[in-house]
């Protein structure tokens, strides 16, 4: 029997840990928040690495893929547990999507359903939308997906980043069908720190990795495939819009038959040597 990609509460192949690594687990906080809470003190950005010196070479592990292999650099660096705070030149060198993939994977491993998302935070720039992963874990007595922005738990950018409310993070999709709708200018979504990574395309791409994360595969921010590169070059039209039209919904109503087929589209469908 094959794993089911949109069965939140099993490991995909990015946020699966090896059997030895399962007494990692041990000393976690048994609650879901408290779980991200120990993810945040394991990883720094690579701007901040490089203002404390850390060398040039461990820039690569931003590049890191699998929860597996980010837990064996964690380890190399310090044989502390997981869950216990590294100093800054401890940690790994990562970006978002490594804090919510790895709280992802322990949410997880607790057999708690939980996902990671792309998208844009709203609350770092006043009328702009950064490129942004967080976690999602689902609250059964709430019914309802509670949105944890990981990396910044310990800031003030939102009154409780521990459950970011309505609009404060947008997914891919939902960043997308606001921009169709032409309820936000699309220039004012895209990546900080660059001149060039704004407006649809890198939001047509967050709805791509959104749908991604969704199925299982956490890729990195950077990672392209199906027809993102054209998307971003400007080469793609009314077609291709539309079918990320059909990502963005299906996305928003979790519609199991639909993820699944668009999972499966030949623009859609992450290639294997992606995922390794």
Known sequence: ??????????????????????????????????ICTAVHDLFIQPFDAARLGIPEERMAERNIRPVSELVDRLMALDPAPPHRARAPEKRVVGTCRHWATLACALLRARGMPARARCGFGTYFAAGRGFDHWITEYWKAEERRWVRVDVEHLDKDHVARPEDLAPG??????????????????????????????????????????????????EMLPWDEWGRMTEAYDGLTGPDYDDLVDAVAEACARDDPAALTRLLGHRDLAVPAELVG
């Open 168 to 217: 404060e993070f947008l997914t891919g999709g939902e960043a997308w069908t606001r921009y169709r709708a032409g309820l936000i200018d699309p220039a004012t979504f895209g990546v900080p720190g660059t001149d060039h990574a704004w407006g649809p395309a890198e939001i047509s791409g967050n709805t791509v990795r959104d749908l991604a994360a969704l199925g299982g595969r």
């Open 1 to 34: 029997m094959t794993d089911d990609p949109l069965d939140h509460s099993r490991p995909g192949p990015l946020t699966r840990f090896r059997a030895e690594q399962s007494a990692l687990l041990d000393g976690l906080p048994d609650d879901p928040v408290g």
